[in-house]
T-cell receptor, first 111, second 114 residues
Framework: KQEVTQIPAALSVPEGENLVLNCSFT??????LQWFRQDPGKGLTSLLL?????REQTSGRLNASLDKSSGRSTLYIAASQPGDSATYLC??????????FGKGTLLTVNP | DARVTQTPRHKVTEMGQEVTMRCQPI?????VFWYRQTMMQGLELLAY????????DSGMPKDRFSAEMPDATLATLKIQPSEPRDSAVYFC????????????FGAGTRLSVL
């Protein structure tokens, strides 16, 4: 059974810092890995999707990497802003489009 | 602005009552997912449909939960009878197979069973 772990569970940084969120998964037989953002009381918004054959994806200040063989992914956020404060969830897709989620990292960016 | 719509947003009920949650997927999407989110377990997949047919409901307690898609614009998740341990946020997501596998989430239904 796939298990996804995210470290740290919570992170607080001052505005402007670069930061890294970590995700690990136990079964490397995945189709893709996705990073989502969840704001309080809201649903999830997909940020980046990395196909299993890819090593990284970039969108604006976000960069996600994937090392499938070691079961790891990182989400790098450059020049963090207070608006980046949210919970970030990592999810891996196995067979039949089923996503297994980590429990998330709660990020607080202080002005 | 296409989005997944879930109703109700909040539901408070008493133990033993029936609860029905509704989801309107994005028009044209052919896959619908139901998830449950709790502090302890995080996000868990309950069931999902492709072209209105149930593909997997292994994450759902069969004795009290049921999920259906009466038509392409409506998915329902029912709990009967509800129990306090069902208290959670229930999310619906939809997607289009072959379109980068991105799932688009609704805002969720926050259920409290007293």
């Amino acid at each position: 059974k796939q298990e996804v772990t995210q470290i740290p569970a919570a992170l607080s940084v001052p505005e402007g810092e670069n930061l890294v969120l970590n995700c690990s998964f136990t079964d490397s037989a995945i189709y893709n890995l996705q990073w989502f953002r969840q704001d309080p009381g809201k649903g999830l918004t997909s940020l980046l999707l990395i196909q299993s054959s890819q090593r990284e994806q970039t969108s604006g200040r976000l960069n996600a990497s994937l090392d499938k063989s070691s079961g790891r992914s990182t989400l790098y956020i450059a020049a963090s802003q207070p608006g980046d404060s949210a919970t970030y969830l990592c999810a891996v897709e196995g067979s039949n489009y089923k996503l297994t989620f980590g429990k998330g990292t709660l990020l607080t960016v202080n002005p | 602005d296409a989005r997944v719509t879930q109703t109700p947003r909040h539901k408070v009920t008493e133990m033993g009552q029936e609860v029905t949650m509704r989801c309107q997927p994005i028009l044209g999407h052919n896959t619908v997912f139901w998830y449950r989110q709790t502090m302890m377990q995080g996000l868990e997949l309950l069931a999902y449909f492709r072209n209105r047919a149930p593909l997997d409901d292994s994450g759902m307690p069969k004795d009290r939960f049921s999920a259906e898609m009466p038509d392409a614009t409506l998915a329902t998740l029912k709990i009967q009878p509800s129990e306090p341990r069902d208290s959670a946020v229930y999310f619906c997501a939809s997607g289009l197979v072959g379109q980068m596998d991105i799932q688009y989430f609704g805002a969720g239904t926050r259920l409290s069973v007293l």
